[in-house]
Structure formats: C-alpha cells, structure tokens
C-alpha cells in the first residue's frame, strides 16, 4: 500500500485539456445523431491528471506543458495550482488555444476521445534552462505522447543526463517513435496501446504477457500492459514478472483511470517500493478512479489507496 518514507521530487512533461463529456447510451455511428443523457466540462489532459493524481498520493510534482491565452487556460492553472501541482514551468502561447478532448461514454462506461492538441504541440517557448534543474532534482519523470515528440525526447535525454529514470505512459501510440521507447525504462500501455506498438493482440492475460515481453525488446527495462478489468501484467528484464488484478468497484466511467494508474506507479517506485507493490498500488488506483466521473477530479488520495488495498477486493 501506498505509505510514503520520503516525499519524492517528480515531474509530469505532458498534455493540460479541458474535457468536455457527453454521456450517452450509445455511441453515433458515422452519419447518426442521438440523444444523449447528460454533459459536463472537467479539467483533464494526460500530463495535468498524472500530476494531480502524484499530488494526491503526497509526492512533490512539477508539470511541464503550455496553455493558450484563451477562456480555458486561466481555469485550467487555477485547478492545478489549487491542488498542489507545481506550475511554474507551464508556459502560456498568445496564438493558440489551450488543447481540447471530447469524450464519450456510452452505457457501459467505456470511452471514446477526440483529442484537439491545440497549446500542447508548441513547446519551443517553454524555458528549458529552469526545466531542466527540475528534472535535475527529481527521482523520476512521467511522459506521454499528447505533446510534440522532439520535446518529450529532449525531456527523456536530460532525464538521462541526471540519472533520473524516465516513465512513458505512450498514448496516444500512434505518437510514439522508436526513439522515444529507447529514451524510456519503463513503459506503460493499455491493451490498444500495447498491442499498436508490438502488433500482438492484447485481449487476456497470456497476450498481455507476451505484448509486455515484446516490448522489452523496444529498449525500456520494465513493460507493464494494463488489461482493463483484467488487471495488469509486468515484467522486468532482470526476470520479475506477474499479473495483478483488478479490484472491485462500482464503475462510473473509464476516463483517466490510465492517468491514476501511472501517477501511482510512478510515486510507489520513487519511494523505492518492489515492482510488484507499485503495479499492486498503481491498479488499485486505477480502479478507484472509475468510481468517480471526470478526469482530474476522480484521483484519488493515499488514503483511498490504502482503504481499498486493505480490503482486498479483487475481481
């Protein structure tokens, strides 16, 4: 369970959104229009909701981005800062609109997005001079693909340069080059994810084991595939290994539970625990996170962690 020794230094290089949500019993097909039951702005963006969810587990968090200079960028900020999210290196672009995802969530609660990257794909202003004694002070970096590549790789060497070990959530994978896995020690797909990278269908656990054994061979030392209700496999080149399930909760909807999962995973190894209790930490929160609507919002805390792991539900 998530019980920290230390408070751990970490930072988020990653995508700030405002989501927009729509909840409907099923999704339009091409040329259909249907009605749908409700609709709701919240704060999101894979970086912004990694960086919320590390705050809330106790650790120290810096989150790189940019915003743009429009009605979502103030409030987007606001959000962070309120929630102890260091946001002195999110830099502000005057031309651009801050990025955009449009979710839905059909009956079952899973979703589709439509991601806008808007103010995320310009990060030639951001001031890497005080970026990188951030990353300098820092036990590990989180990144993700919603961002310009070339900074995520800038980001990933410097985190080499200090010794500080890089984590690469790659969604959305199509965004993810070669260079960028080389760059990572550990990755962290879904089951699409995994299976875009490494061609493997990922739809049990079997199949997660092997995606996660492919790729190892991508150049990062550590591969773990969430499979949804399923769990989590991992595996390290040193030769752990396991699978993980999932908890029991009541889901409300899937959105950002990759985003909880990673800030999680990313603090219990911080803080030195095992492979195995940080995978175990890190689907706990995942889990958590599917029992509250929204993406920033439906973090959870330590506590929370701690609560479920203790009760030892799992699917």
Same mark, same amino acid.
């Given at each position: ?35 749908? !039951? ?11 909701? !990694? ?18 200079? $429009? ?6 900020? +606001?959000?962070? !800062?309120? +929630? ?7 830099? &502000? ?50 990144? !993700? ?12 060497? &410097? ?9 690469? $959530? ?17 990755? @962290? ?36 595939? &969430? ?31 990759? $985003? ?29 996170? @599917? &029992? ?24």
């Amino acid at each position: 369970m998530i019980s920290l020794k230390n408070t751990p230094s970490l930072v988020v290089h990653g995508g700030i959104n405002m989501d927009v949500i729509g909840i409907t019993q099923t999704i339009p097909e091409s040329g259909q229009t249907v009605v749908g !039951q409700e609709s709701f702005f919240s704060a999101g963006g894979k970086g912004a909701n !990694q960086s919320v969810a590390i705050a809330r587990l106790g650790a120290k968090v810096s989150l790189i981005g940019v915003v743009g200079k $429009d009605y979502f960028g103030p409030i987007l900020l +606001e959000g962070l !800062q309120k +929630e102890g999210v260091d946001i002195s290196a999110i830099s &502000t672009d005057q031309n651009i609109n801050s990025g955009l995802a449009i979710i839905l969530l059909d009956s079952e609660r899973e979703n589709r997005i439509l991601v806008i990257p808007g103010a995320n794909l310009n990060q030639s202003n951001l001031e890497f001079g005080s970026i990188e004694s951030k990353i300098s002070k820092s036990s590990y970096v989180l990144l !993700q693909g919603e961002i310009d590549q070339n900074a995520s790789i800038k980001t990933a060497e &410097t985190a080499r340069k200090h010794a500080v070990k890089v984590v690469l $959530d790659p969604a959305p994978a199509e965004n993810i080059s070669k260079e960028l896995l080389n760059s990572s020690d550990i990755i @962290t797909p879904n089951q699409a994810e995994a299976s875009s990278i490494t061609g493997i269908g990922v739809i049990d656990v079997q199949s997660a084991k092997e995606a996660c054994e492919a790729l190892l061979g991508f150049g990062p030392s550590v591969a773990i595939t &969430t499979i949804g209700d399923m769990g989590a496999y991992y595996i390290s080149s040193s030769g752990e290994q396991g699978h993980i399930n999932a908890f029991k909760t009541d889901v409300v909807d899937s959105v950002a539970a990759g $985003d909880a999962f990673n800030g999680s995973l990313t603090v219990s190894l911080a803080n030195g625990t095992t492979l195995q209790q940080a995978v175990h930490n890190a689907v706990a929160a995942g889990s958590l996170a @599917t &029992t509250v609507k929204g993406a920033q919002r439906s973090m959870p805390t330590a506590d929370q962690v701690k609560n479920l792991i203790a009760k030892g539900k799992h699917s």
